[in-house]
Protein backbone atom coordinates (compact mmCIF):
# COMPACT_ATOMS: atom_id res chain seq x y z
CA UNK A 1 0.00 0.00 0.00
CA UNK A 2 1.40 3.21 -0.83
CA UNK A 3 1.51 5.57 2.25
CA UNK A 4 4.20 8.05 1.20
CA UNK A 5 3.06 11.83 0.98
CA UNK A 6 4.15 13.45 -2.93
CA UNK A 7 4.19 16.80 -4.20
CA UNK A 8 0.23 16.41 -4.65
CA UNK A 9 -0.99 14.56 -1.54
CA UNK A 10 -0.42 13.97 1.94
CA UNK A 11 0.55 10.43 2.90
CA UNK A 12 -2.29 7.91 2.27
CA UNK A 13 -3.88 6.71 5.19
CA UNK A 14 -6.86 4.67 4.11
CA UNK A 15 -7.51 0.85 3.08
CA UNK A 16 -8.71 2.97 -0.42
CA UNK A 17 -6.13 5.37 -0.47
CA UNK A 18 -3.43 3.39 -2.51
CA UNK A 19 -5.98 2.97 -5.18
CA UNK A 20 -7.30 6.10 -5.72
CA UNK A 21 -3.28 7.45 -6.02
CA UNK A 22 -2.92 4.52 -8.57
CA UNK A 23 -5.56 5.90 -10.59
CA UNK A 24 -4.34 9.51 -9.97
CA UNK A 25 -0.56 8.55 -11.45
CA UNK A 26 -2.10 6.62 -14.11
CA UNK A 27 -4.27 9.44 -15.26
CA UNK A 28 -1.48 12.02 -14.35
CA UNK A 29 1.27 10.34 -15.83
CA UNK A 30 -0.47 9.83 -19.05
CA UNK A 31 -1.40 13.40 -19.34
CA UNK A 32 2.02 14.40 -19.31
CA UNK A 33 3.35 11.73 -21.72
CA UNK A 34 0.51 12.85 -24.45
CA UNK A 35 1.18 16.50 -23.18
CA UNK A 36 4.64 16.24 -24.18
CA UNK A 37 4.00 14.32 -27.42
CA UNK A 38 1.99 17.11 -28.61
CA UNK A 39 3.62 20.23 -28.17
CA UNK A 40 6.92 18.34 -29.01
CA UNK A 41 4.64 16.91 -32.11
CA UNK A 42 2.91 20.38 -32.95
CA UNK A 43 6.92 22.54 -32.77
CA UNK A 44 8.15 19.93 -34.98
CA UNK A 45 5.70 19.93 -37.83
CA UNK A 46 5.53 23.85 -37.71
CA UNK A 47 9.28 24.20 -37.54
CA UNK A 48 10.14 21.21 -40.47
CA UNK A 49 6.81 21.73 -42.68
CA UNK A 50 7.06 25.67 -42.54
CA UNK A 51 6.17 28.24 -45.70
CA UNK A 52 9.38 28.32 -47.87
CA UNK A 53 8.54 29.62 -50.68
CA UNK A 54 6.97 28.34 -54.14
CA UNK A 55 9.21 26.04 -54.74
CA UNK A 56 8.57 24.27 -51.48
CA UNK A 57 4.91 23.44 -51.26
CA UNK A 58 4.28 20.40 -49.40
CA UNK A 59 2.15 16.93 -51.30
CA UNK A 60 -1.47 17.20 -50.96
CA UNK A 61 -2.11 14.31 -48.78
CA UNK A 62 -6.01 14.66 -47.73
CA UNK A 63 -5.76 11.37 -44.96
CA UNK A 64 -4.21 8.05 -44.07
CA UNK A 65 -6.18 5.47 -42.74
CA UNK A 66 -3.76 3.52 -40.80
CA UNK A 67 -3.28 6.57 -38.91
CA UNK A 68 -6.30 7.72 -38.39
CA UNK A 69 -7.06 4.31 -37.19
CA UNK A 70 -4.24 3.76 -34.58
CA UNK A 71 -4.72 7.15 -32.94
CA UNK A 72 -8.46 6.56 -32.30
CA UNK A 73 -7.93 3.08 -31.25
CA UNK A 74 -5.06 3.74 -28.56
CA UNK A 75 -7.00 6.76 -27.02
CA UNK A 76 -10.20 4.64 -26.74
CA UNK A 77 -8.03 1.55 -25.13
CA UNK A 78 -6.94 4.21 -22.57
CA UNK A 79 -10.49 5.73 -21.57
CA UNK A 80 -11.88 2.13 -21.06
CA UNK A 81 -8.85 1.33 -18.89
CA UNK A 82 -10.14 4.50 -17.04
CA UNK A 83 -13.33 3.58 -16.64
CA UNK A 84 -13.36 0.00 -15.53
CA UNK A 85 -10.36 1.05 -12.90
CA UNK A 86 -12.46 4.05 -12.10
CA UNK A 87 -15.60 2.36 -11.26
CA UNK A 88 -14.10 -0.60 -9.73
CA UNK A 89 -12.44 1.96 -6.87
CA UNK A 90 -15.60 3.90 -6.72
CA UNK A 91 -17.75 0.79 -5.99
CA UNK A 92 -15.15 0.40 -3.40
CA UNK A 93 -15.63 3.64 -1.95
CA UNK A 94 -19.62 3.79 -2.18
CA UNK A 95 -20.64 0.43 -0.72
CA UNK A 96 -20.11 0.48 3.21
CA UNK A 97 -19.25 -2.69 4.47
CA UNK A 98 -21.94 -4.65 6.61
CA UNK A 99 -19.73 -4.07 9.71
CA UNK A 100 -19.15 -0.57 10.44
CA UNK A 101 -19.77 1.76 13.04
CA UNK A 102 -22.19 4.11 11.70
CA UNK A 103 -21.01 7.53 12.69
CA UNK A 104 -24.01 10.64 12.37
CA UNK A 105 -21.64 13.83 10.82
CA UNK A 106 -23.39 17.48 10.86
CA UNK A 107 -22.22 19.85 9.10
CA UNK A 108 -23.43 23.58 9.55
CA UNK A 109 -22.36 26.95 9.74
CA UNK A 110 -19.33 27.04 10.74
CA UNK A 111 -18.35 23.37 12.29
CA UNK A 112 -19.06 20.11 12.04
CA UNK A 113 -20.70 17.55 14.92
CA UNK A 114 -20.52 14.22 15.47
CA UNK A 115 -22.88 11.84 16.89
CA UNK A 116 -21.91 8.33 18.22
CA UNK A 117 -23.96 5.08 18.23
CA UNK A 118 -23.01 5.17 21.97
CA UNK A 119 -24.49 9.00 22.57
CA UNK A 120 -21.38 10.82 22.58
CA UNK A 121 -21.21 13.70 21.41
CA UNK A 122 -17.74 15.33 19.65
CA UNK A 123 -17.52 19.05 17.96
CA UNK A 124 -14.94 19.39 15.18
CA UNK A 125 -12.74 16.24 15.92
CA UNK A 126 -14.08 13.09 14.93
CA UNK A 127 -12.49 9.84 17.14
CA UNK A 128 -12.20 6.46 15.55
CA UNK A 129 -10.91 3.09 16.06
CA UNK A 130 -7.79 2.23 13.34
CA UNK A 131 -8.53 -0.86 11.25
CA UNK A 132 -12.59 -0.62 11.39
CA UNK A 133 -14.82 0.59 9.02
CA UNK A 134 -16.41 3.34 9.47
CA UNK A 135 -19.94 4.52 8.26
CA UNK A 136 -20.84 8.51 7.99
CA UNK A 137 -24.33 8.97 7.71
CA UNK A 138 -24.09 13.07 6.66
CA UNK A 139 -26.31 15.95 6.67
CA UNK A 140 -26.50 19.56 7.14
CA UNK A 141 -28.40 22.14 8.67
CA UNK A 142 -28.13 25.22 6.31
CA UNK A 143 -26.09 24.89 3.36
CA UNK A 144 -23.96 22.78 1.49
CA UNK A 145 -20.86 21.40 2.99
CA UNK A 146 -18.15 19.13 2.02
CA UNK A 147 -16.61 16.83 4.48
CA UNK A 148 -13.44 16.11 3.19
CA UNK A 149 -10.32 14.09 4.52
CA UNK A 150 -7.39 14.39 1.94
CA UNK A 151 -5.34 11.92 4.07
CA UNK A 152 -7.83 9.14 3.42
CA UNK A 153 -8.70 10.12 -0.34
CA UNK A 154 -12.46 11.05 0.40
CA UNK A 155 -14.72 14.14 -0.27
CA UNK A 156 -18.55 14.09 0.02
CA UNK A 157 -21.04 16.28 -0.17
CA UNK A 158 -22.91 17.50 2.92
CA UNK A 159 -26.69 18.41 2.05
CA UNK A 160 -29.57 20.20 4.06
CA UNK A 161 -32.64 17.99 4.11
CA UNK A 162 -31.48 14.98 2.85
CA UNK A 163 -28.89 12.60 3.71
CA UNK A 164 -25.15 11.45 2.39
CA UNK A 165 -23.17 8.32 3.03
CA UNK A 166 -19.91 7.69 2.93
CA UNK A 167 -17.06 5.32 4.23
CA UNK A 168 -13.61 4.75 5.34
CA UNK A 169 -11.43 2.27 7.29
CA UNK A 170 -8.04 3.97 8.68
CA UNK A 171 -5.02 2.25 8.30
CA UNK A 172 -3.11 4.06 11.23
CA UNK A 173 -3.51 6.10 14.04
CA UNK A 174 -2.95 9.90 14.18
CA UNK A 175 -4.48 12.69 13.64
CA UNK A 176 -5.64 14.15 10.21
CA UNK A 177 -6.76 16.66 8.53
CA UNK A 178 -10.55 17.30 8.01
CA UNK A 179 -10.98 20.52 6.08
CA UNK A 180 -14.87 21.60 4.32
CA UNK A 181 -14.57 21.61 0.91
CA UNK A 182 -17.36 23.61 -0.12
CA UNK A 183 -17.65 27.54 0.23
CA UNK A 184 -20.11 28.12 2.80
CA UNK A 185 -19.98 31.75 3.65
CA UNK A 186 -17.90 33.79 5.89
CA UNK A 187 -16.60 31.36 8.10
CA UNK A 188 -15.51 28.59 5.47
CA UNK A 189 -12.32 28.93 5.48
CA UNK A 190 -12.53 28.17 9.52
CA UNK A 191 -14.43 25.31 8.98
CA UNK A 192 -11.63 22.84 10.09
CA UNK A 193 -11.44 19.88 12.07
CA UNK A 194 -9.46 16.60 12.94
CA UNK A 195 -10.27 13.03 12.47
CA UNK A 196 -8.05 11.42 15.45
CA UNK A 197 -7.64 7.69 14.79
CA UNK A 198 -6.87 6.08 17.99
CA UNK A 199 -6.48 2.07 18.73
CA UNK A 200 -9.45 0.07 19.43
CA UNK A 201 -8.73 0.19 23.45
CA UNK A 202 -8.32 3.57 23.52
CA UNK A 203 -11.72 4.02 21.64
CA UNK A 204 -13.93 2.53 24.06
CA UNK A 205 -12.39 4.21 26.84
CA UNK A 206 -12.97 7.34 25.50
CA UNK A 207 -16.56 7.02 24.79
CA UNK A 208 -16.96 5.42 28.37
CA UNK A 209 -15.96 8.63 29.81
CA UNK A 210 -18.88 10.47 27.97
CA UNK A 211 -17.40 13.73 26.18
CA UNK A 212 -19.46 16.58 27.11
CA UNK A 213 -21.07 15.23 29.76
CA UNK A 214 -19.26 17.66 32.11
CA UNK A 215 -18.53 15.03 34.70
CA UNK A 216 -16.21 16.34 37.70
CA UNK A 217 -16.17 19.60 36.38
CA UNK A 218 -17.75 23.19 38.10
CA UNK A 219 -19.78 24.81 35.82
CA UNK A 220 -17.28 27.20 34.76
CA UNK A 221 -14.70 24.82 33.42
CA UNK A 222 -17.44 22.85 31.90
CA UNK A 223 -18.17 25.76 30.40
CA UNK A 224 -14.74 26.68 29.13
CA UNK A 225 -14.69 23.14 27.94
CA UNK A 226 -17.71 24.09 25.78
CA UNK A 227 -16.66 26.70 24.40
CA UNK A 228 -14.19 25.18 22.78
CA UNK A 229 -15.74 21.84 22.21
CA UNK A 230 -18.90 23.46 20.46
CA UNK A 231 -16.62 25.52 18.44
CA UNK A 232 -18.26 28.89 19.90
CA UNK A 233 -14.66 30.31 19.47
CA UNK A 234 -15.15 30.68 15.73
CA UNK A 235 -17.12 33.60 16.22
CA UNK A 236 -17.05 34.65 19.69
CA UNK A 237 -13.47 35.59 21.08
CA UNK A 238 -12.86 35.86 24.75
CA UNK A 239 -10.16 38.64 24.84
CA UNK A 240 -12.47 41.56 23.63
CA UNK A 241 -11.79 41.10 19.72
CA UNK A 242 -15.02 41.41 17.90
CA UNK A 243 -15.08 38.45 15.31
CA UNK A 244 -18.43 37.10 13.49
CA UNK A 245 -20.57 37.65 16.68
CA UNK A 246 -19.77 39.94 19.66
CA UNK A 247 -16.33 38.61 22.52
CA UNK A 248 -17.83 36.85 25.21
CA UNK A 249 -14.95 39.13 27.00
CA UNK A 250 -16.86 41.44 29.76
CA UNK A 251 -20.26 41.19 27.54
CA UNK A 252 -22.43 39.96 31.21
CA UNK A 253 -23.60 42.93 32.86
CA UNK A 254 -23.55 45.75 29.86
CA UNK A 255 -26.13 47.29 27.48
CA UNK A 256 -25.73 46.18 24.15
CA UNK A 257 -27.48 48.28 21.58
CA UNK A 258 -29.55 46.30 19.10
CA UNK A 259 -29.42 45.99 14.85
CA UNK A 260 -33.35 47.11 15.21
CA UNK A 261 -32.83 50.13 17.51
CA UNK A 262 -32.82 49.92 21.07
CA UNK A 263 -31.08 48.50 23.87
CA UNK A 264 -30.87 45.55 25.90
CA UNK A 265 -29.81 44.43 29.00
CA UNK A 266 -27.33 41.14 28.71
CA UNK A 267 -27.93 39.20 31.60
CA UNK A 268 -28.90 35.32 32.02
CA UNK A 269 -32.14 35.27 30.29
CA UNK A 270 -30.68 37.54 26.65
CA UNK A 271 -27.76 35.36 26.86
CA UNK A 272 -29.97 31.63 26.88
CA UNK A 273 -32.34 33.64 24.20
CA UNK A 274 -29.22 34.21 22.31
CA UNK A 275 -27.91 30.69 22.06
CA UNK A 276 -31.50 28.90 21.67
CA UNK A 277 -33.02 31.89 19.10
CA UNK A 278 -30.07 33.95 17.72
CA UNK A 279 -31.91 35.94 15.74
CA UNK A 280 -34.06 37.67 18.52
CA UNK A 281 -32.16 40.42 18.93
CA UNK A 282 -29.44 40.75 17.12
CA UNK A 283 -26.38 43.38 18.26
CA UNK A 284 -26.11 46.53 15.91
CA UNK A 285 -23.19 46.15 13.82
CA UNK A 286 -23.03 42.15 13.25
CA UNK A 287 -25.03 40.03 10.93
CA UNK A 288 -27.76 37.49 11.70
CA UNK A 289 -25.80 34.22 10.53
CA UNK A 290 -25.48 32.55 14.29
CA UNK A 291 -26.96 29.41 14.38
CA UNK A 292 -30.20 28.20 16.84
CA UNK A 293 -28.60 25.59 19.29
CA UNK A 294 -31.98 24.36 20.12
CA UNK A 295 -31.81 20.86 20.85
CA UNK A 296 -28.56 20.82 19.93
CA UNK A 297 -26.70 22.14 23.58
CA UNK A 298 -28.61 20.68 26.28
CA UNK A 299 -30.02 22.95 29.45
CA UNK A 300 -27.12 22.01 31.85
CA UNK A 301 -24.55 22.75 28.65
CA UNK A 302 -26.58 25.94 28.14
CA UNK A 303 -25.80 26.73 31.97
CA UNK A 304 -22.02 25.73 31.95
CA UNK A 305 -21.71 28.26 28.84
CA UNK A 306 -23.31 31.23 30.70
CA UNK A 307 -21.14 30.47 34.09
CA UNK A 308 -18.06 31.12 32.05
CA UNK A 309 -19.39 33.85 29.97
CA UNK A 310 -20.11 35.43 33.32
CA UNK A 311 -16.84 34.90 34.66
CA UNK A 312 -14.97 36.56 31.96
CA UNK A 313 -14.88 39.69 33.31
CA UNK A 314 -13.43 42.40 31.86
CU1 LIG B 1 -18.74 24.46 5.25
CU2 LIG B 1 -17.34 25.46 3.59
Same mark, same amino acid.
Given at each position: MDTTGTLFMPPGQSTLSGEVDSLFYFIFYMSVFFFVLIVAGTIIFVYRYR +? +?? *??GLTSGVSHNTTLEVTWTVIPLILVLIIFVWGFKTYMRMNV? %? *??AIEIKVTGQKWFWSFDYPEGATTVNELVVPVDKPIKLLMSSKDVIHSFFVPAFRMKMDVLPNRYTITWFEAIGAGNYDLL !??? $? !?? *?GHSEMLGKVKVVSDREYAEWLEK? %????????PVDFGAQLYKSKACFTCHSVDGTPNIGPS? *??? $?GHKASLEKGGETAVDENYLRESI?? @??AKIVAG $?? @??MPTYQGVLKDKQIDALIAYIKSLKE
Open positions: +R +RG *KAV %P *KD !CAE $Y !CG *KG %PGTGEGLNF *KGV $YLD @PQ $YQ @PV
